[in-house]
Structure formats: C-alpha cells, structure tokens
C-alpha cells in the first residue's frame, strides 16, 4: 500500500469513527444504564430485600465498551473488509500479469535470438528489419497495458495465451512458416491456402529484401560469374537457400525472390497447397514480367506463367486486396505487351509483315495452349489478320478489354469502370428491360425515344429488334448508308452473352456470341456509332458500321 492509499484509508476510518461517536453516546449510555439499574434494584429490594452486588456497576461499564467495540467491529468489517478484499483481488491479478510477462518476455527473447541466429543476421541489423521492430515495439508496450489487458483477460480467461502465441508466431523465419503446411490436411482448400499465402509473403520478402540488399557488393562479381565466388557470399547465398530463397537476376540486378513451391529444393508436402492460388506463389518468385518495358522471360514462358496467373484471378473472390490487384495488373499488362509486342520482341517484320512465329502464337493462344481467357481474342485478331492482313482488333486492344477475358470465366456482372466506359451482362434481366424499351417505342413511334439512348441501349434494341426480325425498327437504329439486309442475322438476343464499351478514338461496342451461336454468327459483333443531330439540333448516335 503506498502513502496515497495510506491517507486515504485513515481518512476513512476517521469518518466511520466519527459517525459511530455521534450514534452510541458513552454519558448517555451510562445514565440510561443507571435509571434502569435503579428500577430494577427497588424492584429486587422489595421482591429479595438482597443488597446490590459491588461488581454491578464494573460490569455496566464493561457491557458499555464491550458495546461499543462490538459495534465497531461490525463498522469496521462493513467499511474495511470489502476493500481489503478488493486490494486483495486486484493485488492477486496484477501478480499473475506480471508473472506472466516475465515468463514471456523471457520465451521472447528466446525465440527472437533463435530466429536472429538461424538467419544470421547481427543484433543492430535484424532490430532494424521492420517485423522484428514491429513486434519488439508490441512487446515492450505490455507493461503500460498491463490495466488494459488485465480486464480482458477477465472476460476471457485465454487471452493472455493467445497473445502470447500471436506474438512468438510473428517471429518465424521463411522455413519455419512453409514447413506448418505439414500441419495442414492432404489438400488445403482455396482459402486455407490463400490464408497462409497472405501471412508468410510479408515476412518472406522482408527477408528476402534484407539480403537481396546484401548483394549491393557483390554485384561486380556476380556479373563476372567467375568458378568460385567469395566465402562470405557463399554463406550469404546458402543461408537464403535454407529459408527457400532463390537468387536471380532479372536482367539488370541479382536480388534474392521466396520460391518455395517452384524451386528444386521444394518439400513433397508444398503439393497440398490448392493449385488455384499457385498464381500468387508464382508472382512471389519471378516479380513482375515486364523490366523495362521489355518481357524479362520468353514469350512462351512468360504465356505459361500467365497461365497460372488466369487460374488465380478466376478462382479468387476478394478482387479488393492488394495481392489480386497486384497480379491482375500483371495479367493484363503482360497479356498486352505479348499481344502487341515490344521493342525487343516485335511482332512485325521491317516490311511491315507479321511474323510467321508471331502467327504461330497467336494459333497457339487460340488453341488453348495458354489458358481459356485469351483464346476468343487470339482467333478473332488471327482471322482478322488471315482476311486482311490487319487487325483492327489488335489496333483497339486494351488492356480493359484483356480484364474481359477473365470476367467471362468468372461469369461476373458487368459494371461501370473507372474509365467511364460500360459493361453488360446480356441476362434475362437486361433482356425484358430492352423488350420494354422495344414495346414502347412500337407502340409510340415516338423518335424522341430513340434520340435520347445511350449507345449500350441503342445497340441492346438493335440486338432485339433484328433478332425478333423487326428488320423495320432495326434500320431505324442504322444510318443511312448501312443497309440492314447486309447485317447478319439470328433468332434472338439471347444468342449473345455480354457488350462493353471500347475505348479509343471512335465509339464502339462489343457484342461477346455464346458458345452455341458461334458457327452462325461468329465470335463477337462489334458496332461502330456515330453521333447525328436531328432537326432540332440536338444529337444522338446511330450505329454506322457492323463486323463480325
């Protein structure tokens, strides 16, 4: 109990004193006690005629006391036990807090100077690494949080364990976490997977990055690639070996990459991983594909890993993290710079010719060779090509539109994008919603209906019109020089799947055919509007051009 607390239970016992002295009277005690002896006494004269006892009046003064310190007593249990058992309580949790974080912080240190030493990292360096720090911040933060978590802990008896746990978790090295896949079933689902992707390639490339740092001095002899390299970047690269750190050089620097699961040393147990989320592991091990612009793989290899990069981003739900934003980037890019080629891998010859082994790629893609995404827009510019000798798909290819590919195979609905343009699902939905739209305008034939759509809606009513056979309401929707009976026909809407918005410099948009429609109507329709201003000088959009 410190002088505080001291003062202010004196201070307390002083009020409960006060108040008893005011209740119980001593005087006035007596004088009742006298009266009362006095009766009695004349009562028992006449009654005995026995003389008074000597010890009466002792005796009535030793009741008084005893009263008054048998209240006291009772005053002093009422105001000084119930906080006395409260110090006790309070006194009993903060011992157990306080025994409890000298035990861990001891099996803290522990752990941390193993961890320290198995990567071989000196004391000054390893605090600096930011999870060390992060966590060695937490740890040193308790005391102060001793009240904090004291009341937790009250509430939930296992806190201070998992707390515990959380913690010393946080300090296992690369191999330490790949090696808790062993801890998992025969085959993790998509989300235990993707779970503990999301808590060892932080760690990892921290790491990583800590001795990809270290190669700074040694890149002159890297570079030579003499037949024995230095003790000192031996033990550096066996040591990153240990933790599933491979060393690589990406064309313009060596650096070290966490590749447990596609390296030679990979354990056998890494193959419980879901192979949907190996398009996360992947992109942990290679970094991005492009270095300048330039594909830092082959074409054939850079396709492969896009592969599993497409199996990832379909199968992946959580389109808001930054691991699926991260890797569709890639998808996207890449797909883009393979399509259209760079500097160092163009896709034309100096006379202007597309390639012979360009065309073999894009066969290939179209094939399947390289994943489902791609193969509608590899035939569709492969045809185009095979036709003219150009593509005007290729010209307007976006990497919006490579994005497409992969929300077909997720069957998304389409939404507006932060470009501004627009995508829809061709559902029934969408389809009754332009039946309305048809039903309305053949019942008004009111133009104004027709001037003020957008150009989705324009194309959406062109689609039901013409597949109803309404060829009169159809040209409606052409301009003039467009003839209607040159325009492919089929029996329905429900014969195409989705239409978006393409960007660039004229307006035009994409109608995707289903599977079963394809030998009639082909792969895509793809619209051309123009904007036309009616009589009174407002302005609309008529569609101008139709390609299959």
């Known amino acids: 109990m410190d002088d505080r607390q001291f003062e202010k239970r004196m201070e307390l016992l002083k009020k409960s004193y006060d108040r008893l002295e005011s209740q119980l009277d001593p ?17 028992e004269t006449e009654a005995t005629q026995k003389p008074p006892s000597r010890w009466q009046k002792p005796a009535v003064w030793i009741a008084c006391i005893a009263s008054v310190l048998l209240v006291g007593v009772l005053v002093s249990s009422y105001v000084i036990n119930p906080s006395t058992f409260v110090q006790t309580a309070e006194q009993e949790q903060e011992k157990a807090y306080d025994e409890w974080l000298s035990n861990f912080t001891k099996e803290y240190k522990e752990k941390r100077e193993q961890m320290r030493k198995e990567l071989d990292i000196p ?17 040193n933060s308790l005391p102060k949080r001793k009240e904090l978590f004291q009341g937790v802990q009250n509430k939930n008896n296992n806190f201070l364990n998992s707390l515990a746990k959380n913690t010393l978790d946080n300090l296992q090295t690369p191999r330490e976490q790949i090696q808790l896949i062993e801890t998992y079933g025969n085959l993790m689902s998509f989300e235990e997977s993707y779970y503990f992707y999301s808590g060892y ?28 390299l230095p003790a000192d970047l031996n033990k550096l690269i066996a040591t990153a070996k240990e ?9 313009q620097s060596y650096s070290f990459r966490p590749n447990p699961v596609f390296g030679k040393d990979a354990p056998e147990y890494i193959e419980r991983l ?17 270095v300048g612009g330039d594909l830092l793989y082959s074409i054939e290899d850079s396709a492969t890993i896009l592969r599993l990069y497409e199996k990832t981003l379909v199968a992946d739900k959580s389109t808001e993290t930054d691991n699926f934003n991260v890797l569709k980037g890639e998808f996207e890019n890449t797909w883009l710079a393979i399509f259209k080629g760079t500097e160092t891998n163009p896709i034309r010859t100096k006379t202007g010719q597309f390639k012979p082994e360009y065309m073999d790629l894009l066969t290939k893609i179209a094939n399947g060779g390289y994943g489902e995404a791609m193969r509608k827009t590899a035939q569709l510019i492969l045809d185009e090509i095979k036709l003219t000798g150009q593509s005007k798909t290729l010209e307007q290819l976006t990497t919006y539109d490579i994005w497409m590919g992969i929300l077909y195979l997720r069957e998304d609905t389409f939404m507006q994008t932060d470009d501004g343009t627009t995508s829809i699902e061709i559902n029934e ?67 195409f799947k989705a239409l978006y918005e393409m960007g660039g410099s004229s307006l035009s948009i994409r109608t995707i055919v289903k599977g079963a429609a394809q030998g009639v109507i082909g792969q895509q329709l793809s619209f051309e509007l123009i904007p036309v201003v009616t009589e009174n000088g407002e302005q609309h959009y008529l569609i101008s051009a139709i390609n299959e």
Do not use: C
């Open 429 to 495: 939905g969408w389809i009754e919603q332009t039946k309305s739209l048809y039903d309305e305008y053949v019942k008004t034939k009111n133009d104004a209906i027709i001037e003020t759509l957008n150009p989705i809606n324009i194309v959406s009513l062109f689609l039901y019109a013409n597949g109803i056979g309404d060829r009169d309401i159809a040209q409606r929707l052409l301009t003039d020089d467009l003839d209607i009976n040159t325009v492919v026909q089929f029996d329905g809407m429900e014969n």
């Open 123 to 139: 004391e000054k360096e390893f605090s600096e690494i930011a999870l060390v720090q992060t966590t060695d911040n937490e740890v």
């Open 27 to 43: 005087e006035a005690i007596f004088a009742q006690i006298e009266a009362e002896n006095a009766t009695q006494q004349a009562q």
């Open 201 to 228: 390639s932080y760690p990892a490339e921290e790491i990583a990055n800590y001795y990809s740092n270290k190669l700074v001095q040694y890149e002159k002899v890297l570079s030579q690639k003499p037949k024995s």
């Open 243 to 251: 933790q599933y750190l491979e060393l690589q050089y990406n064309g």
């Open 274 to 290: 879901h192979p949907n989320v190996l398009g996360y592991f992947k992109y942990l091990a290679t970094g991005s594909l492009l």
